[in-house]
């Protein structure tokens, strides 16, 4: 299969890793996200839709032990959710400033570490893989780390001219969107009182949301033969990947539109 075969949607989306404080119950942190914090950022201007990406508390990393790679997600680094912002254009990121500074200020409220990845206009890309009418009931979200000395361009071509073919010709998933990021900067999202650190060796290039009938599927994905064949071909590109089962994600705008109560 070739990603001519299958539909995608390019879009501009930032990728917001997050760490809730660890000085109150964790449930405490990802519930206080999914309230009140989600309403500052559900009423800035320009946004096409805005996507909690609330990960599984235990997740010591789903990709299959690959020599040479980093599969195993470090407990101190674990990532407990991802903030997805995807916007209507390119200058909608300056229509959002005000309500942005809200969200600088509400971020000690919740979060320990923050973190902005961000791409290039259309570099966020959301292909078609699922059926009329079939749902998505589980999730797993992967980050990939660039190996030095691998260009971004070569890292790229790799993900749409290999990966998203051989992920969409598995048919089963149900969701398949895929970020490529441009180099990180501290500045673009040095929030006050909030820890930003991400040395050189923890920084992540790219992520993929995978989308299952169920988890039961999403198991059988992570145990078949597709992983460690993609391991193969990713082993001379990617030092890290990081697979972690989502519990929930959690749409919040919609196709431009502020929605009532968050669908899930």
Do not use: C
């Amino acid at each position: 299969m070739t990603t001519a075969k299958v539909g995608v949607k390019k879009h501009l989306t930032s990728s917001i890793p997050l760490w809730v404080r660890t000085d109150q119950p964790r449930q405490t942190g990802m519930d206080y996200w999914k309230g009140p914090h989600s309403k500052i950022i559900s009423a800035t201007p320009g946004l096409e839709e805005y996507r909690q990406i609330h990960l599984a508390e235990d997740n010591p990393g789903r990709w299959p032990v690959t020599d040479g790679v980093e599969t195993s997600i470090p407990v101190d680094r674990k990532i407990d959710g991802v903030a997805e912002v995807t916007f209507h254009s390119a200058l909608s990121p300056l229509l959002g400033r005000k309500q942005t500074q809200l969200a600088y200020k509400d971020e000690i409220n919740v979060f320990r570490r923050t973190l902005l990845y961000t791409g290039p206009p259309n570099s966020s890309r959301w292909y078609d893989v699922a059926g009329p009418g079939e749902a998505v009931g589980a999730r797993a979200m992967v980050y990939l780390r660039r190996r030095d000395g691998v260009g971004a361009g070569e890292f790229r071509r790799f993900m749409k001219e290999q990966l998203v073919p051989a992920l969409a010709a598995t048919g089963v998933l149900k969701e398949l969107r895929t970020q490529t990021f441009l180099p990180w900067i501290e500045k673009l999202w040095d929030t006050p009182n909030v820890a930003h650190d991400n040395p050189h060796d923890q920084q992540f290039h790219a992520s993929l949301i995978l989308g299952f009938t169920d988890t039961a599927a999403r198991d059988a994905f992570f145990t078949s033969n597709v992983p460690a064949e993609l391991s193969k071909q990713l082993a001379p590109l990617a030092a890290a990947i990081h697979a972690y089962d989502v519990d929930a994600a959690l749409t919040y705008v919609k196709n431009g539109t502020v929605l009532p109560h968050y669908e899930q």
